[in-house]
């Protein structure tokens, strides 16, 4: 009788803990998985960049990713496309932002798990009289509330899948423009380097019509002191090309042997057209990543506001039960034991907070979020006009200094170089029309680099992944250059 009497009691404490078992298996499908989430980021991330992405969690996925970088650069020159997809394979801070992604899925595990049951078991007296007392204490509110709080995990883990995403799109677009400038910094040396032959030719002509007489010393100085200040043009050249480069290495991650690669010393030439945007604000408003992430954040502070509003008045409710088992001495002389059944209901009695200020701060909150979505919204639409403005305006700007600019400093030179010859025009007229054809060309190669990088903001203004600081500025007077690569 006894035994039967403890299984019974056995069974009242231990149904809470399955009930919560069986209500909590069909949450974890998924959610516990490793790659969590991932899957999403890279579908996202390929169908903008076209390039692949990883989130390295093992020792050997980590050796799979560096022999592929390996082979990928080593001793390479190296595309845009190639530095993008070795920055998404190699970069560190981006496994970091990755990992975001994994922190959110606990969240959301742990909330998709009911609250532990606490169990509680106590004795009170000795033999001959002996009270065990036995009971199950769970949080009703907590079960109340699961699917909410479930709702709310949700959304915050699909931001930070989208916001893992934009990470990987900021990364790619700030890898683009590194090479750009890299790039654009090495060409412009390759054609200083042309100009500084130039003028030291100039400088040794001046130097020895000097010592004719056929050149004034003012005239003598007026070409050594080109020649230097292209010699120093050059040396900065240089250094801004190392620069540049360096930038471009530290966002693919690399070091030690891997270092060892090149970019050519030319930017692409222009395209033969300018895309055409018609409704490039529309198209921005459909794919912006950011503004997803707004959407969701006002998503995940309504579910917070529904569930902030069902515990207003009780924000502590606990339901304890279980058993109570007696045994005590009877009359005729033996012992009895007596079992019996507990439920004890556990609240907070708000009697001075009330939850008002609670719900006026899930009031703001929804608000604040609604208006900062409203304005990243018009934000965005300013964005979407003015990338495609200057992408547009600085295909425009380059296209004449290639098709107008260049080819009439060009002309000038060649016609002064017919006349010099026929002793027409003097020796300075000549290196005067060098010296401007020298200014002119380094302007197109700057206006080119301006257009590649307005082609990169254009794409981050549509598809997100915020603007750099690298992007858009003035290219350095010179960079430093080389037949291949560097």
């Known amino acids: 009788m006894m035994k039967c009497r403890l299984l019974t009691m056995a069974a009242l404490v231990t149904i809470p803990l399955i009930a919560a078992g069986c209500t909590t298996s069909g949450a974890l499908n998924g959610i516990s998985a490793p790659m969590a989430g991932f899957t999403t980021v890279a579908a996202r991330a390929e169908s903008v960049t076209g390039k692949q992405t990883v989130w390295v969690q093992s020792s050997e996925e980590a050796r799979t990713v560096s022999e592929r970088v390996k082979r990928l650069v080593q001793k390479k020159t190296i595309g845009p496309d190639t530095a993008v997809q070795v920055a998404l394979l190699n970069n560190k801070g981006l496994q970091a932002a990755y990992a975001e992604i994994g922190l959110s899925a606990a969240d959301m595990w742990q909330e998709s798990m009911l609250v532990n049951p606490t169990i509680s078991v106590g004795m009170i007296g000795v033999d001959p009289v002996r009270t065990i007392e036995g009971a199950v204490v769970s949080n009703i509110l907590a079960l109340a509330t699961h699917k909410r709080r479930v709702a709310v995990a949700d959304a915050r883990f699909r931001q930070a899948q989208l916001r893992a995403a934009e990470e990987t799109l900021r990364l790619a677009a700030d890898t683009r423009r590194a090479w750009i400038n890299a790039v654009s910094a090495w060409e412009s040396v390759s054609y200083l380097n042309e100009a500084q032959a130039a003028a030291d030719a100039a400088s040794e002509l001046a130097q020895k019509l000097g010592e004719t007489g056929a050149i004034t010393k003012t005239g003598q100085a007026r070409e050594h002191v080109f020649y230097a200040e292209i010699t120093g043009q050059a040396a900065e050249a240089r250094l801004a090309a190392r620069t540049a480069k360096e930038e471009l290495t530290r966002l693919m991650g690399l070091w030690g042997p891997d270092v060892d690669y090149s970019v050519p010393n030319m930017l692409p030439a222009l395209p033969k057209g300018a895309k055409a945007k018609r409704a490039i604000e529309a198209e921005a408003l459909k794919n912006r990543v ?35 088992a007696e045994r005590e001495e009877a009359e005729e002389g033996g012992t009895e034991t007596s079992v019996s059944p507990t439920l004890e209901l556990e609240f907070v009695i708000p009697i001075f907070d009330t939850g008002k200020a609670r719900m006026r701060k899930a009031e703001l909150a929804y608000m604040q979020a609604a208006n900062r979505m409203a304005e990243k919204a018009v934000n965005i639409r300013s964005e979407a006009r003015s990338a495609y403005d200057a992408y547009r305006s600085t295909y425009d700007i380059a296209r004449h200094y290639r098709n107008n600019v260049v080819p009439l400093r060009t002309k000038i030179e060649a016609e002064s170089v017919l006349t010099y010859n026929g002793m027409i025009t003097n020796t300075f007229e000549l290196l005067a029309d060098t010296r401007a054809k020298i200014s002119s060309i380094m302007l197109s190669l700057n206006a080119k680099r301006n257009f590649w990088l307005a082609n990169v903001n254009l794409g981050t203004a549509i598809h997100g992944g915020g603007a750099s600081s690298s992007g858009g500025g003035d290219a350095p007077a010179a960079a430093e250059a080389g037949a291949e690569g560097h």
Request: proline letters at 0%; a negative charge; charged letters at 30%.
């Open 290 to 324: 950011d503004l997803e992430i707004a959407k969701l954040e006002l998503a995940a502070l309504a579910k917070s506001y529904g569930l902030t509003e069902a515990t207003r008045y009780v924000s502590d409710l606990e339901l304890l039960s279980g058993v109570e």
